[in-house]
């Protein structure tokens, strides 16, 4: 398996409800294909740097997972066809990647506990 971050922006006219539901099946969408969340962030609502589809804002969440590499392109079909979703990007992390995730991770739950 391999390892996998996405960021993706979500519409801002969703309750937060409706953010946690798409968050939520996005989880469980990598847990059915046999994959496992390494990490989830919420970044919260941030102004985007053009509006895409008339909106100026969204709320952003990164997902670090690992999942079958042939699994890969049916979550991001899946994301394609969700209207909530703005935008998305999935990278590879290779080892680098991974260690630079890893300390960030690491960071982010100190400033949490903090």
């Known amino acids: ?11 801002p006219v969703l309750s937060e409800d409706q953010v ?9 969408f990598v847990k059915s294909k046999e994959g496992r969340i390494a990490h989830h962030e919420n970044w919260g609502l941030k102004k985007l740097a053009y509006p895409i589809e ?5 709320f952003y969440h990164l997902l670090e997972f690992a999942l079958p590499g042939e699994a890969v392109a049916a979550f991001e079909v899946e994301m394609k066809r969700d209207e909530r979703i703005l ?22 739950q100190s400033t949490a506990n903090a």
């Open 54 to 58: 008339n909106k100026k804002s969204g």
């Open 87 to 108: 935008r998305f990007l999935t990278v590879s992390l290779d080892k680098f990647a991974l260690e630079y995730a890893d300390r960030r991770r690491r960071k982010v």
């Open 20 to 28: 946690r539901e798409t968050v939520e099946k996005y989880k469980d």
């Open 1 to 11: 398996m391999k390892h996998y971050e996405t960021v993706f922006i979500l519409n």
